[in-house]
């Protein structure tokens, strides 16, 4: 039997993976026939790069994808092209309606997932900004806190040298009464 399935690489908590057709009895990361592609969970979203045509080859000659690979595929549109040409196949519609349905899909996932692509650039734009405005908040603070020091020490000063005027001159005149 042969699986289109995860093969682990890349370093400790930095996995990459790569999408590959091996037979089922070869280990996870040996042997395989074909490799259609990457998969890098790390990224926002996660970037899937795939040989869609080689990933459709592989799924018409009966090759089974692991659950991780089979929601890859379908994201990317692949599963949905597998059941509308089993449709031509079997005569329920034809080729152009086949491929009008799968054309629509693809335009419909792209514009969601530029959206979300868009969303978190905004939110991650927000963040940035909300961050900036607490920090200039607090170096503001911190200026307004030094600067009330720095005039507490100066009516300090200016009043240590009056009060210190002020007591030889008064001694003086109890002296003299």
Known sequence: MVKIRLARRGRKKLAMFDVVVADARAPRDG????KIGTYNPLTTPASIVLNDDRAFHWLMNGAQPSDTVKAMLSLR???LKKHLQIGVIKGAITQEQ???KLADWVKAKETKIQAK???LAQSKQAQAKARKEAETKVKEARAEAIRKKQQVAAEAAAQAPAEGAEA???EGAEAQA
């Open 31 to 34: 042997r395989f026939i074909e």
């Open 77 to 79: 549109g692949i599963m």
């Open 98 to 100: 086949a491929d009008g």
């Open 117 to 119: 692509r868009d969303t």
């Open 168 to 170: 030889p001159a008064a």
